[in-house]
DNA sequence: ACCTGAACACCGTTCAAGT
DNA sequence: ACCTGAACACCGTTCAAGT
């Protein structure tokens, strides 16, 4: 764990502090809320019930969180920093897709990520690992000639990609039963009207669902790394 | 306006129908909407607040709308509808990138599109105009030899990375000022120790969020097509 | 057919005191 | 130093009646 408000052992021998002992610790606060997402879901994740999960004040997360965007943020970053560490390939563009492909992985795991995943700087506020794997992309652009500042775009046109694909995914996989009652039973997507058109959707018809539920993730990440940074031959720049 | 729930003119004549005449209508809704965002800001946009901007109860506005979220899909289609159509070039690689920086632009100048731009089937929800773009993109694919599913792929794609660049930037906008409570004053992003385990970001020092606030959208969209469909030249598949 | 108040079941966060 | 109840200022949505 990166950091600690009062490093060492538990509530117990007062190093010359004065005042009130406090309760709980971040470390406490960051175990009762993974267990309170295992138990009830991440969508009862509040404030409040984790208050009374720990069986302190709700007010008194205050003093640990700074609100409950960080409570998730820290949340992330300590899943995050118990990932394993992908083993990195040579060739700087396939190291780019594997760095990139294990945030992917780890963060698609995370239902609850999606609500924090876009908040500034997010990759760097949740620790070590996820700095690393940025260190790594970065350092993999470099290496093909690209400068330390065109690395940085480089890294947020992937990240934007990336963070894409995991917030329309998380949507999509609970929507599904919705789509029901927009479209009602027997009607297709267009009336012959339309299909004139509109002849490429039309083509489509109602194979969308389908070819939409693919998972293409690593195939796109490695069209937009070859896109930026040219194919896997020569050093682009 | 593409439905219409009672065709025709406002409440007047009562064409055969029974019962309680409607104290409000789809396009009151959304105009009394439109001119709650303008005046007050998109986060006082709440079911309450729009009921009493119309002077209607609460809970008549679920006769005409679904949720909240079916709300604002419908008030962005609105916006969109009013777009204007792009200019679309001959050679299809490049329609493909003017036609989502259309979507692009216009969806990034909404600043609440962010809280429902990843719903399931968001684009083929808002509308005409935007069936009509994605009709376009994905005609333009098929014209550089692509199959009609593999197109939908592509699209998906475009879809991914479009939706995160808007949410991403939607966020670092506001959070700004946070940072500074993150960092204290003074303080660098990394110490001695840190910066020989990660040179390449410790060359970029505190420049990171000059590099991160230019917009290079269309730079990184045109990489993804070209590593999607191949340059400019050939046709891929 | 359509409208509605009241109620349900909650939120995150701040304040001003405690201990 | 740290903790806390009460309060502030709200939410979206459903129910069971109205008219």
């Not at 949507?171 to 479209?183: C, K, M, N, P």
Request: charged content about 20%; proline content about 5%; aromatic content about 6%.
């Amino acid at each position: 764990m990166a950091t600690s408000t009062s490093a060492g052992g538990q509530t117990g021998a007062p190093r010359g502090r004065t005042g009130r002992p406090p309760v709980t610790s971040r470390e406490q606060i960051l175990v009762a809320a993974l267990r309170l997402i295992e138990t009830r879901g991440w969508q009862r994740l509040t404030i409040r019930a984790l208050a009374a999960e720990l069986g302190i004040g709700t007010t008194t997360l205050y003093h640990h969180v700074r609100d409950r965007e960080d409570l998730l943020v820290q949340l992330i970053g300590e899943v995050v920093a118990q990932m394993d560490r992908p083993e990195l390939p040579a060739d700087p563009r396939e190291r780019v897709a594997v760095a990139m492909m294990t945030v992917h992985d780890t963060l698609a795991a995370i239902p609850w990520a999606a609500e924090v995943l876009t908040v500034d700087g997010f990759m760097g506020r949740l620790g070590d690992t996820s700095v690393w794997i940025v260190e790594v992309v970065l350092a993999a652009v470099v290496e093909t000639g690209s400068t330390p500042e065109r690395a940085v775009e480089v890294f947020r046109h992937l990240w934007y990609y990336t963070a894409g694909e995991i917030l329309v995914r998380a949507r999509s996989a609970v929507g599904t039963l919705d789509r029901d009652r927009l479209l009602p039973e027997g009607q297709t997507l267009f009336g012959a009207r339309e299909a004139a058109a509109l002849p490429t959707l039309a083509a489509i018809g109602d194979q969308w669902p389908q070819i939409a539920a693919r998972d293409t993730y690593a195939e796109g990440l490695r069209a937009l790394v070859a896109g930026l940074l040219g194919p896997a031959a020569g050093a682009g720049g």
